[in-house]
């Protein structure tokens, strides 16, 4: 297949990017560079533009040129925190943006577009582990920005040829060693990498954001999933529409939750280094437990996390870190 990628400097977009070059696919991408990391891009070998996916125009005559088999979206702003405090920006970025380039890929007849959604639509869910069924409701921004975009798609593909596949991300992490691949927000906000940067000795500290949530150790509990396993969950999910031709959305997580206290446990164990934990308020916008079902994805797709260990997770991260 041919893909075109948006945001394959990124994070999970270049780990998707080298997942469907593994595979045998033909990637192209887009990316504007305004939170990803060219140092990604330079492990890659695939031809793209450096422009925003707003540029209609240039947009418009990549799709028509290229004729593309499929666009996988992950171009987003992603901060929770900065999404309450400046909720315009991602309207702007994640929604706006989203629905100019999907308006592109449907005139230029893109057969499937997978989106790369996440587990902030369900805000405080009712059902643990949550299943896509759930109540849509996010409590901050940045999860109404990706919600909107998913109604939108579903719209799309109900009034023209381009199958739709929704992945609804739980939390990424890990890293790709074979590759060099890794974590390189800037600024970084995951809480796997903010720890083991400050086990690094590249922070002072590493603050808890809330410690009396309705949990066994009152910190907020999530699940994580290793990129690659998010990765290959793409390819299946395209294929899937390619083959089907049928839309869908789908959980990608392990199933299983951690709290923060848990993941810098962990990280310290792997790194056998302590770390200087500080206590803070809670952050607004911030559920109590977010874990999957992701028995959809495993029975449609035939999708099977391989890396589901977090102990497995944290130390590919800290092993790309220290390569850095």
Same mark, same amino acid.
């Given at each position: 297949m041919k893909v075109l990628l948006t945001g394959a400097a990124g994070y999970i977009g270049s780990h998707t990017a080298q997942r469907l070059l593994d595979s045998g696919h033909e990637v192209y991408f887009i990316d504007n560079l305004s939170t990803s990391d060219k140092r990604n891009l330079s492990k890659l070998n695939i031809s793209g533009d450096f422009m925003d996916i707003n540029d209609v125009e240039k947009v418009q005559e990549l799709l028509h040129t290229h004729r593309f088999d499929a666009v996988m979206h992950f171009a987003a702003f992603?901060?929770?925190?900065?999404?309450?405090?400046?909720?315009?920006?991602?309207?702007?970025n994640n929604t706006a943006k989203s629905i100019s380039l999907i308006q592109s890929a449907v005139e230029a007849k893109v057969p499937c577009f997978v989106f790369s959604s996440t587990a902030a639509v369900y805000g405080m869910p009712k059902e643990i582990?949550?299943?896509?069924? &759930?109540?849509?409701?996010?409590?901050?921004?940045?999860?109404?920005?990706?919600?909107?975009?998913?109604?939108?798609?579903?719209? &799309?593909?109900?009034y023209?040829?381009?199958?739709t596949i929704i992945f609804r991300y739980f939390n990424a992490a890990g890293a790709d060693t074979t590759h060099g691949l890794g974590e390189l927000h800037d600024p970084e906000t995951h809480l796997i990498p903010l720890t083991l940067q400050h086990l690094l000795?590249?922070?002072?500290?590493?603050?808890?954001?809330g410690t009396d949530y309705p949990t066994p150790d009152g910190t907020c509990i999530r699940d994580y999933i290793h990129v690659l396993d998010l990765a290959d969950a793409h390819i299946l999910g395209m294929e899937y529409a390619l083959r089907e031709k049928k839309s869908n959305i789908f959980n990608l997580g392990n199933g299983q939750g951690f709290s923060v206290r848990e993941v810098i446990q962990t990280a310290e164990k792997v790194t056998g280094k302590k770390a200087n934990v500080i206590e803070a308020p809670r952050r607004e916008g911030d559920p109590p437990i977010l874990v999957a079902s992701s028995e959809k994805a495993k029975r449609e797709l035939g999708w099977v996390p391989q890396r589901n260990s977090l102990e497995h997770i944290i130390k590919s991260q800290w092993d790309f870190m220290q390569k850095l």
């Open positions: 992603i901060s929770v925190g900065e999404s309450v405090q400046n909720p315009m920006k991602y309207f702007y582990p949550i299943p896509e069924e &759930a109540k849509v409701q996010p409590m901050n921004p940045y999860g109404l920005s990706k919600s909107m975009v998913e109604q939108v798609l579903l719209e &799309a593909s109900k023209s040829d381009m199958e000795g590249k922070r002072d500290s590493i603050s808890i954001f």
